[in-house]
């Protein structure tokens, strides 16, 4: 009987540390931030060219300046001296959690916005958005996908992209053989030997594969986007205060015209690691976005 | 825990419209089974083969044989099934190399996956034959090359009927290694059982119905397998040994 008052203690510790992240949400994040002054952001480590580590292991990428930019509006937004930025990586599997349950404040990586997710987050205003098309080789003749009739078409799994082919081939008898590969670069690897004609991704991803590429100049990015997606950084559910605070300062961005220069440092012009150039041109619907910023799904 | 548990799942019409996701499942099993018994077969036939060569006094033939049991013994799995999809094609001649690449994937991804498991598989068989020729007491080649039979009959009459029968409980793990290894082939998309597992996770997020379901899947494969072979193992146990009558 010695050790129950012991594991009674210990009970109490355990209810106290994980009761307090939810202690701190409903407080409000804002509220939170001014009282630690220290704000935790999530990343990516290899989102190219969203949010990655340069060589110097320093958090760089065009999603990664856009929180920034937010991180300065909160600052401004409760009158604080100084702010300390904690970095936090984060991966597709466990980045809902980490924001649902405190331990990171905002993410701006590569995360879609979508219906489903709205459920668990609150998404920003959307900072990116990308159209899943086709990556073929130049002299291929293949220009959109209905050319993919009865070819073989990779793309990798698990992916919207995925399960948007293999549809499209069931609804409209199209005859391609789909082959699953299991990440971009087996995908690329599948295209680049000549096993598929085409490999269907989001675009930003396609071209950034065709930057790597031995020979860039060789493949091209065509195709009538299949589906949009949104790229928006993720905060804690119903908590409007804080949101607003991110939305207003993405939004200013994007009114000033600095959003076209960070797009065009990270999409237009050589990028570190390796100096790639991505010659991603500004999408009709990018155009829009910056035009009229806002937080809405696709789907 | 907050998870949503819904066996149900099974029986939705899948997000492509195909199929059902039970439908995927199952395709997924006839996968399995069809590659790991074609490798099997394979196995069989050249491990024996291999393995009776290992043990003939010819020294040339001899160490032949045991380069092809350490070049396939000891090259991981993984390794040897992404040279045969993705680097062999490479090494025809350009024109036929592509024609095979434009052909349809799932043949080239079955054909990779049954020669990779069959050569790897069939370096294993190979020591376990041998080492049931090796178990026999030297006295039954010698009388039976002293009563006049060629070395090639003694094989086929005296030494291989036994030593068969002797290792039919190692063969019977590597008969169920076959299928459980049979999984590293979804590496190269091919949609076998663990692949369609997966497949079933990325499309209805309810992880725990699909593994579950992948796990007795496999459960069953396995102990049918188990059960045929401690049959076979009693019928043609050689009176006298260990467990024979």
């Known amino acids: 009987m010695t050790n129950s008052p012991r594991l009674a203690m210990l009970a109490m510790v355990a209810t106290t540390l994980l009761s307090a992240p939810a202690f701190a949400q409903d407080a409000g994040t804002l509220k939170k931030i001014k009282e630690t002054g220290v704000i935790t952001l999530g990343h990516r480590e290899s989102s190219i060219p969203f949010s990655y580590y340069d060589d110097k292991q320093q958090v760089i990428g065009y999603s990664q300046e856009f929180m920034l930019k937010a991180v300065e509006a909160i600052k401004a937004d409760q009158k604080l001296d100084k702010l300390e930025i904690k970095l936090m990586p984060v991966t597709s599997a466990n980045r809902i959690t980490l924001i649902q349950n405190g331990t990171v404040d905002i993410e701006c990586g590569s995360t879609t916005n979508n219906t489903e997710r709205q459920k668990q987050v609150a998404f920003s205003n ?80 396609l071209y950034g594969e065709t930057a790597k590429a031995k020979r860039p100049a060789d493949w091209d990015v065509v195709g009538t986007a299949q589906s949009k997606e949104a790229y928006g950084c993720m905060v804690r559910k119903d908590d409007a205060a804080f949101k607003k605070v991110v939305d207003s300062a993405i939004a200013s961005v994007m009114a000033s015209g600095d959003a076209v220069k960070i797009y065009n440092k990270w999409f237009m012009a050589p990028i570190p690691p390796k100096g790639l150039n991505l010659n991603m041109p500004l999408s009709d619907e990018m155009k829009a976005l910056y035009k009229a910023p806002n937080d809405k799904a696709f789907e | 825990m907050g ?5 149900g799942v099974f029986l939705q019409p899948s997000a492509t419209g195909d199929d059902t996701y039970l439908g995927w499942m199952f395709y997924g099993f006839k996968m399995t089974i069809g590659l790991s018994l074609s490798a099997w077969l394979m196995a069989l036939f050249l491990g024996s083969i291999i393995g009776v060569l290992r043990t003939v006094p010819n020294k040339v033939l001899s160490g032949l044989a045991m380069a092809y049991v350490e070049l396939f013994r000891n090259i991981p799995l993984l390794v040897q099934l992404f040279l045969w999809y993705f680097v062999l094609p490479e090494l025809l001649p350009a024109s036929l190399g592509n024609a ?66 002797l290792v039919v409980p190692p063969l019977t793990s590597e008969f169920l290694n076959i299928f459980k290894n049979s999984a590293v082939c979804s590496t190269i998309g091919l949609l076998e059982l663990a692949a369609e597992g997966r497949q079933l996770v990325d499309y209805t997020a309810q992880p725990y119905e699909s593994f579950i379901a992948v796990t007795l ?29």
């Open chain 1, 126 to 205: 959307t900072i990116f958005v990308i159209g899943t098309k086709l990556m073929v080789k130049k002299d291929s003749g293949i220009k959109d996908f209905p050319d993919l009739a009865g070819k073989n078409v990779v793309t990798t799994a698990g992916t919207t992209s995925e399960r948007l082919l293999r549809k499209m081939n069931e609804d409209k008898k199209m005859g391609m053989n789909v082959i699953s590969a299991k990440d971009h670069g087996e995908s690329f690897l599948t295209l680049e030997t000549g096993r598929a004609v085409a490999f269907m991704m989001d675009d930003a991803l």
């Open chain 2, 3 to 7: 998870y949503s548990w819904n066996w």
């Open chain 2, 100 to 165: 095979y690449k434009q052909s349809n994937p799932v043949v080239q991804q079955f054909l990779a996956a049954m020669i990779c498991l069959g050569l790897f598989t069939s370096a294993r068989v190979a020591e376990q034959v041998r080492s049931g020729i090796s178990s026999l007491p030297p006295g039954q080649k010698n009388a039976s090359l002293a009563i006049g039979f060629t070395l090639a009959q003694t094989y086929r009459y005296v030494m291989l009927p036994m030593a068969f029968r």
């Open chain 2, 217 to 245: 899947a496999y459960l069953l494969i396995n102990v049918v397998v188990m059960f045929s072979m401690r049959w076979l193992e009693a019928h043609v146990r050689v009176p006298g040994y260990i467990g024979g009558k």
